[in-house]
C-alpha cells in the first residue's frame, strides 16, 4: 500500500480487504451518510471529509494537516491484515458465509470519546434516532466547521453542562450518563487513554465507573473507539447468533479478533 497527500487529498493505493459503504454503515460509528455520487460525507477528528473508493484506492477529500494520513490509515485500519484474518475466520462456516456476504468490513478506530458517547446515547435505542441525537449534539456544542458540518463536543465542553442543558438532544434517560462520562472522563477519573495498552480487563473496569455503562457499551468503547479487536460487544443480535450458533462460544479461529467476528456475524444476522 502506498499513500499520497497534498492539501486538499490523501489518497491510499493498493487497500485490499475495504468496502467504504459497509465499513461505514454496518452500524459502528453513526456521523456518515452516502451523497447521491456514492461518495460518503461526515465528520470525524473535527475534520469534514469526503470518502470514497475506486480500483483498490481510498480517496479522501478534506483539508488537512502535516501527519494526517497516519490519522486515516488508522481510522480504516489499514495496517491490519484483514486478507488473512478473514481467511482464518473462514474456518468457521457461519463465519465463512458471514464474510463472504459483506467482505470489506474493517473496524473503525475512532475517537476514544466519540465512541463512548455515542454507544451511551445507543443503548436501547435505533440507529435513525441514535444518528439524530448525535447529530443535534454536535449542532449544539460542538464547533462549527462550515458547510453544515460541526465537530463532535469534547468531554470538556459537555462536562460544565447540565442534564436540562442538554434538553434539546432529546436524549431521555441518556442525558444524565453524557454528563457523568464527560465530567469522570474531563477530570481525569477515567484514563481513555490508557485503554488502548492496558489489560482489556482492567479496561472495562475503568469503563463502568461511569454511570450507565455496562459491558455492552464498554466493549463498544473498547472495539470501536480503542482498537481493541478482542472486545466482543454483545447486544440483542450477537445474543441470538451465540445462542443459535455458537452456545459453547466462538470457535477457537476467532481468538484474538473476536472484535472482527462479532462485526460480521452482527451485520449478517441483521440483513438476512
Not at 501527519?67 to 481467511?87: K, P
Request: charged share 25%.
Amino acid at each position: 500500500m502506498t499513500v499520497k497527500l497534498d492539501k486538499n487529498t490523501i489518497i491510499f493505493d493498493g487497500v485490499s480487504t475495504l468496502s467504504v459503504p459497509l465499513s461505514l454503515d454496518c452500524g459502528q460509528a453513526f456521523r456518515w451518510s452516502e451523497k447521491e455520487d456514492g461518495v460518503w460525507h461526515g465528520v470525524a477528528f473535527s475534520r469534514a471529509v469526503d470518502i470514497s473508493q475506486k480500483d483498490g484506492q481510498l480517496i479522501i477529500n478534506g483539508t488537512f494537516d502535516e501527519g494526517d494520513e497516519q490519522l486515516w490509515a488508522d481510522y480504516f485500519d489499514l495496517n491490519r491484515d484483514y486478507t488473512s484474518i478473514c481467511e482464518t475466520l473462514k474456518n468457521d462456516g457461519h463465519l465463512k458465509t458471514a464474510i463472504e456476504a459483506y467482505s470489506g468490513i474493517r473496524i473503525l478506530r475512532q475517537d476514544s470519546w466519540e465512541a463512548l458517547c455515542s454507544f451511551i446515547i445507543s443503548q436501547n435505542n435505533n440507529i435513525p434516532r441514535i444518528k439524530g441525537i448525535i447529530e443535534r449534539l454536535c449542532c449544539h456544542f460542538g464547533d462549527d466547521l462550515g458547510n453544515g458540518d460541526f465537530s463532535f463536543p469534547t468531554a470538556g465542553k459537555l462536562a460544565s453542562l447540565t442534564v436540562e442543558d442538554l434538553a434539546p438532544l432529546r436524549s431521555g434517560f441518556r442525558a444524565k450518563y453524557i454528563i457523568d462520562a464527560a465530567q469522570k472522563v474531563a477530570n481525569g477519573e477515567v484514563d481513555l487513554k490508557k485503554l488502548s495498552y492496558c489489560n482489556i480487563d482492567e479496561a472495562r473496569e475503568e469503563l463502568v465507573k461511569i454511570k450507565g455503562v455496562g459491558a455492552k457499551v464498554a466493549e463498544c468503547t473498547l472495539l470501536y473507539g480503542c482498537g481493541r479487536v478482542d472486545a466482543f460487544p454483545v447486544d440483542v443480535w450477537v445474543r441470538r447468533i451465540m445462542a443459535e450458533l455458537y452456545p459453547e462460544g466462538l470457535p477457537e479461529c476467532a481468538k484474538g479478533v473476536e472484535g472482527i467476528a462479532q462485526q460480521y456475524l452482527f451485520h449478517w444476522r441483521r440483513n438476512i
